[in-house]
């Protein structure tokens, strides 16, 4: 596997995955510009060498915002489907944990350049505002790593922070995040929570950050089993942390017990601005980066952006293993972009109600994040294919018998809730009904001729230059 982010995007390069992007650009409006691009038309992850005011540092683009490179972060062949990638989660899962192994300074590229005082200098390193209306730059693709201040168990998580100054950003992590816990104990004991946060690491120890895993785990060694390869630590210079040896850059610091301030809005996963929240100050007492460092950028936003591919097949696993028991014959679970919002069951439905059971089982399911909408489907039907799951509700769907509609539910993250956070959510059965009604004695549903999936493969590739 990738044992760095310079790996990463050799492999990607290799793989006709990645661009180099020399001319000169602006950070702003470009970087946002730039990644919304490549997200819109699903092009490959993007480096840019050149951007005016910045001598030395480079921008990674986009590096994990397609399928393709999804499956390639967990070790798998680019065409691998998502079920493919399921799978590969659930084996890491089993092998945990792999320990993560401590090396020297010496050893350690991260520590090419140590920064303290007044050299620490966030506006040296090419952080973009990539929507208009965030409330400044902002730090999306985080590794924070904190320790408990009674049990010493080590954290890794992603937290969006904004910049406010030099060397101070407010960071946002919600009340039920393992940091929190982290950061409640500290202040119950006075003292601020020591974090340093990575940037620019290989893909799974991101990965490893960026979604659930159980309480009380190690990232650094579930990122292990994900690469089945230790991943390389060393101790950071100010606080008594271990982070990424071979990170491009590290923050190090405290989250300080002085005011909370406001910060947001910012651009979120739903495709809306996020209210302020009152979030806590990070200070920052040292920086050290690699050599020409590479800064490295996540859109979020207006889906389907970079979060999509990182979250989805976690979150499908979770929620296939809660399923199991009430639901045997689910057989397959996806996600519709904006991520959990739209969650689509597919079964192999052996009695009346029995898609409707799992559609409830889905949207109280807790690994789930709590769903907007569940879709179910049945076995002919891709449920990640937006367009077949479309179909299944125009022609297996009617609206006075075939809807759950789940009012006094909650989610702050929804921009049509009302003010409080309260929401409806909705349930849709666009399966054939079993046994048949009456409306659902068609001769038949149309598939496709065998052969079908071989020619669209040599279409595909004859629209690429090759012979048909
Ligand atoms: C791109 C991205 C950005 C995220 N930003 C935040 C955030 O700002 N605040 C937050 O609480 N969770 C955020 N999350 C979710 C957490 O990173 C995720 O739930 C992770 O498991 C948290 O780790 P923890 O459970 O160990 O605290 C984000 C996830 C992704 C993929």
Known sequence: MYSDLREWIAHLESEGEFLSLKEEIKLEPDAGAISRALCDVRGPGIIAENIHGFKDARLAIGLGASWQRAAMALGLPKKATQKEQVKAWEQALERYPVKSKLVAKKDAPCKQNILRGEGVN?????????????????????????????????????????????????????????????????????????????????????????????????????????????????????????VPATAEIVLEGTITLKADLLEGPFAEFPGSYSGCFLTPVFEISAITHRDHPIYDMLLCGRPPVEGYYTTCIPGVSALQRELSHACPNVTQIAYLPPYYFNCVIQGKWTYRGEARNAILA????????????????????????????MWAIATRCQANTDLVILPGSYNRMDPSAEVNGSMCKLGIDATKTIPSSPRHSVAGWVMPREGTEAWKERILRAMKGGKL
Not at 159 to 182: K, P
Not at 370 to 385: G, L, R, S, T
Request: glycine share 6%.
């Open 122 to 242: 966030l506006f040296n390193f090419p952080i973009p505002r990539a929507h208009l209306q965030d409330a400044g730059p902002y730090l999306t693709k985080t590794e924070c790593i904190t320790k408990d201040p009674d049990s010493g168990w080590i954290n890794v998580g992603t937290y969006r922070m904004q910049v406010l100054d030099r060397n101070r950003t407010a960071i946002l992590f919600l009340a039920y995040r393992h940091i929190a816990e982290h950061y409640i104990k500290a202040r119950r004991n006075g003292k601020p929570l020591e974090m340093a946060v990575a940037i620019g690491t290989d893909p799974t120890v991101f990965l490893a950050a960026a979604v659930k895993i159980p309480r009380g785990w190690n990232e650094f060694d579930f990122g292990g089993a994900l690469r089945n390869e230790p991943v390389e630590l060393v101790k950071a210079e100010t606080v008594d942390l271990p």
């Open 362 to 389: 889905a949207l109280a399911a807790e690994s789930n994040n709590n769903p907007k909408m569940a879709i179910a489907v049945d076995e002919d039907i891709d449920p990640w294919n937006a367009h077949e799951v």
